[in-house]
């Protein structure tokens, strides 16, 4: 027995809804009604095909805007470039040309845009080509107080590109773009000074590393620089890193065996070596290879080509 309900039915007719009518169901006789549940599984088949294609577009296009839109690129040695997904450049220790990159010159003369150049130390290796980028670009350094101080007395970087905004000093935090990336400052243990035209080296501060995080991205540790040292433990206790970018290079900072040490208290989901192969060091990727294996480090390993870019 059909109890009496007064409903409002609703069909689709393939472009819009209609409101067929309000009906008495006890009104209704058997194929009426079976007209009715047609049209209505219809209605039900066609808006959870269209909600469908609305979670499946929304889904895309977050993961348009989240993967592959941080971009991380070498330029051999220490120097990369990092480009947020808003399109701002960062670089890092910018000796592009290096003796690693072939295409030294036609990566500085292509160059347009560079909105911060972050330098971990005043060593020339490091500091690289900053000075003229900035000047033609005006990308803004991002460093110790004390090594910014040396870099516009000594190094010649353009005073007004060198802000108290973007200078900073250990266990401090930057906040850039926005709030797009925010750039911690991390101890290293090793030196820093700059020259000037041929006269003593001039001391400039405390060396040290950056770690960089990326608003809904990666979180990147460029260790700079230098020697194991226990401290790195508690890096991860204030952010998981997602790629670990480590020297391992040996003589004048810490080689495989060490650098291997380093990963397994950072921890990073990716760990990429660095700062080898130029000035005879004898550090190499396949020791720091072996190395992390012997200690059972669970990182994953990747080495970058210079020029090769990753999507983060």
Excluded at 173 to 190: R, Y
Aim: proline residues 5%.
């Amino acid at each position: 027995m059909v109890k009496s309900l007064w409903s409002k039915v609703w069909l689709y007719n393939g472009s819009h809804v209609i409101d067929a009518a309000i009906v008495n169901v006890k009104d209704i006789n058997m194929n009426q009604w079976n007209w009715v549940r047609q049209h209505a599984l219809k209605m039900g088949l066609a808006l959870a095909a269209l909600m469908l294609t609305a979670v499946i577009f929304g889904l895309h296009s977050v993961s348009n805007a989240q993967a592959g839109n941080t971009q991380l690129l070498w330029y051999g040695q220490s120097a990369f470039k990092l480009t947020t997904p808003s399109g701002k450049v960062l670089l890092i220790d910018p000796w592009l040309e290096n003796p690693l990159n072939p295409n030294g010159k036609a990566d500085l003369a292509a160059l347009k845009q560079v909105d911060f150049i972050l330098v971990t130390h005043g060593h020339s290796d490091h500091v690289g080509n900053a000075v003229e980028i900035a000047k033609k670009t005006n990308a803004k350094l991002v460093s110790t107080y004390d090594l910014g101080q040396a870099m516009v007395a000594f190094s010649g970087y353009p005073k007004n590109l060198v802000p108290f905004e973007t200078q900073g000093n250990f266990g401090g935090e930057l906040t850039l773009v926005n709030g797009e990336v925010k750039v911690a400052f991390i101890p290293a243990v090793h030196s820093s000074s700059v020259a000037s035209d041929g006269s003593p080296a001039v001391f400039a501060g405390n060396p040290g590393g950056f770690l960089i995080s990326v608003k809904n991205g990666p979180v990147i540790y460029h260790t700079g620089d230098t020697d194991l040292f226990s401290d790195m433990a508690l890096i991860p206790q204030f952010r998981q890193v997602s790629v670990m970018l480590a020297c391992i290079g040996d003589q004048f900072t810490m080689g495989p065996q060490r650098a291997a040490e380093a990963v397994k208290l950072v921890n990073p989901t990716t760990v990429i070596p660095m700062h080898y192969g130029v000035f005879n060091l004898p550090g190499t990727p396949q020791a720091f290879s072996q190395a992390l294996r012997q200690q059972g480090v669970k990182s994953q390993f990747r080495t970058m080509k210079v020029g090769e870019v990753l999507k983060l």
